[in-house]
């Protein structure tokens, strides 16, 4: 396999509608619906709708991880799933028709024993020597020392690029290690270097602290609906998403990570490669619920670019 997905906090989104969100009143739930979850998972979907070649490493247990391997089975997604004792966790994401609002409930997830936490490491340290990249996405596990994220870094094998979409403490951890390429946002950039980044020269002056300290050698910073900034060592540049109806956003950064990687394994340059992921990200906001992206119209949006 060319591309492995790690996801050590996995869930079942549970996604419903309804009329108005209204204190203190007994609210009627309309389009339920259930979707695989968490960051690794999201990405490889992705991938698997783009025809690359995917493995997704993930956090099983409870009746919740038999249903999520069922999931991932019927869309096809070739995964191995590490098993634990506690139960995997299922978020709920409410849509209030009235507003267009989302709301987004996430739980905490299972407890990993320090014996599951060392079983990780082992497979980490195991991972197959055709694979190219791999994808560290999604949250820590409830608790997860952050220093045990850098261990597991490092237990990757030496010619496999890490790439790495996570939040602060364990972000601080993997710029610690040193990766090839992160995605964060304007707001977990800001947490990054510790103050408030209010014009682009701020933003671009981060950005490259992070890049010149060796942190990681490419930075996606996603922008939203505006794209993403490219950095590299000598170059910054802003690639503009293309506009669509937006219909939901959860799953468009994970798509963007997974729209990138299937076309840098295809071959492409950096630069096409993160226009492909910003395209993936575009068509991510096209579906409802976490349905993530089509491969059609990541396609068609990408040769409109």
Known sequence: MSIVTVTLNPCIDKTV??????????????????????????????????????????????????????????????????????????????????????????????????????????????????????????SLPEGVPPQWYGKLLQAVPAGIRVVVDTKMAALCHALEVGVFLIKPNVREMEELVGRELTDDAAIERAVREIIDRNGAEVVILSLGRAGVLLAVKHRIERISAPSVRLRSKVGAGDAVVGGLLAALSRGMPLREAAKFGVAAGAAAVMTEGTELCRSEDVELLFKSM
């Open 17 to 138: 509608s309804v009329a108005q969100i209204i204190p203190d009143c007994k609210l009627t739930c309309r389009d339920v619906g259930a979707y695989p979850g968490g960051g690794g998972l999201n990405v490889a979907r992705v991938l698997t709708r783009l025809g690359s070649d995917a493995c997704a490493y993930w956090t099983c247990g409870g009746e919740n991880g038999r249903r999520l391997g069922q999931f991932l089975d019927h869309e096809k997604v070739q995964h191995t799933p590490i098993p634990i004792a506690g139960a995997v966790r299922e978020n709920l994401i409410v849509q209030e028709e009235s507003s267009g609002n989302l709301f987004r409930f996430g739980m905490p997830g299972p407890l990993l024993s320090e014996v599951e936490q060392g079983q990780w490491v082992a497979r980490i340290r195991e991972l197959p020597s055709s694979t190219q990249y791999v994808v560290f996405s999604g």
